[in-house]
């Protein structure tokens, strides 16, 4: 009995100094941050000089309008960009996924945004957008139309970030589309050609139903990442024209750097973690949800099969 316990902590008892090391390094900056966000705290004090405040910098920013305005338009931008970039990414797994001569060259192109560096990204599209000499605009005076201020007007700043965004990240969500395209089960495409299934209908009730549990996990991790984003919007905007385009990642970034602000730039780090953890568990029990029928899809197709 006793040989049978031992045998079966084995496993544990070699995964322990892993874990452990993984909780240090995962649980203690957060509770820094945590405990942080309860002082009055700048970066001439250390941490244990600071005063507490309780929850004074959490109630303070819910009636800041610049916490406020920068919350709305990462919300803004985040359901933009990923709703864009999801409908690309999978519209081009789906155009790609079958055998023509070069398209594994083809494939290889479409990933190559997303290998370069954020801030390369940043300045690339920075010099695209110069309102004379950048390549939109003399496109636009070529076609005889007048220039657009893409980075200095608030209609246009925030377009242009997203259009750079979309640019960079479509590719991700096209590998793993891809790869969950080509994971489906061929006994599925065969049942549903058998029963006269036209190419849009082995789509939207076979192939799309298959993928999902796959998309959603690729929305919920572009999600957190577009909420996250800072480099590209730092070069190319800085937050401006006035708060058009501060997303929070950047006001917790100046409320640190300029602001001196510690104790208020943690708790809006908070106010960001909570939001991404109220959306990955939803996210998580959809992803259940479609797991199950996406089960009880492939079931029936090899039955049918």
């Not at 893409?150 to 793993?176: C, K, R």
Request: positive net charge; hydrophobic residues 55%; contains cysteine.
């Amino acid at each position: 009995m006793q040989a049978a316990n031992s045998h079966r902590l084995t496993p544990y008892l070699f995964l322990a100094p892993a874990g452990l090391v993984l909780a240090v390094a995962l649980l203690y900056p957060i509770g820094y941050m945590v405990y942080a966000s309860f002082l009055d705290w700048n970066p001439s004090q250390k941490i244990n000089e600071a005063a507490f405040v309780g929850l004074r910098n959490y109630a303070n920013l819910l009636v800041d309008p610049a916490f406020r305005e920068s919350l709305w338009v990462t919300i803004k931008f985040a359901s933009v960009v990923v709703s864009l970039e999801m409908l690309l990414g999978v519209g081009l797994a789906l155009l790609l996924d079958r055998k023509l001569r070069g398209m594994t060259l083809l494939r290889t192109l479409f990933i190559l945004p997303m290998m370069i560096a954020p801030i390369v990204v940043g300045l690339m599209w920075r010099y695209m957008y110069h309102p004379t000499v950048g390549t939109f605009n003399r496109a636009l005076k070529g076609l005889g139309l007048p220039p657009v201020e893409w980075l200095s007007d608030s209609n246009w700043a925030l377009v242009s970030i997203i259009i750079a965004d979309i640019w960079q990240w479509t590719p991700f969500i096209f590998i793993l589309a891809l790869a969950a395209l080509q994971s489906l089960p061929k006994s599925a495409m065969e049942a549903a050609r058998i029963d006269g299934a036209t190419g849009w209908q082995q789509i939207l009730h076979i192939k799309l139903p298959l993928m999902m549990p796959v998309l959603i996990v690729t929305c919920l991790l572009r999600l957190i990442d577009a909420f996250k984003v800072l480099e590209v919007v730092l070069v190319l905007t800085n937050g401006g024209p006035g708060l058009s385009t501060e997303i929070l990642s950047l006001r917790i970034a100046r409320t640190a750097s300029e602001f001196r602000e510690l104790g208020k730039a943690a708790a809006m780090s908070n106010y960001l973690l909570l939001f991404l953890m109220v959306l990955t568990l939803a996210m998580f029990f959809y992803s259940k949800a479609t797991e199950r029928r996406a089960a009880r899809l492939r079931a029936e197709a090899e039955g049918a099969h």
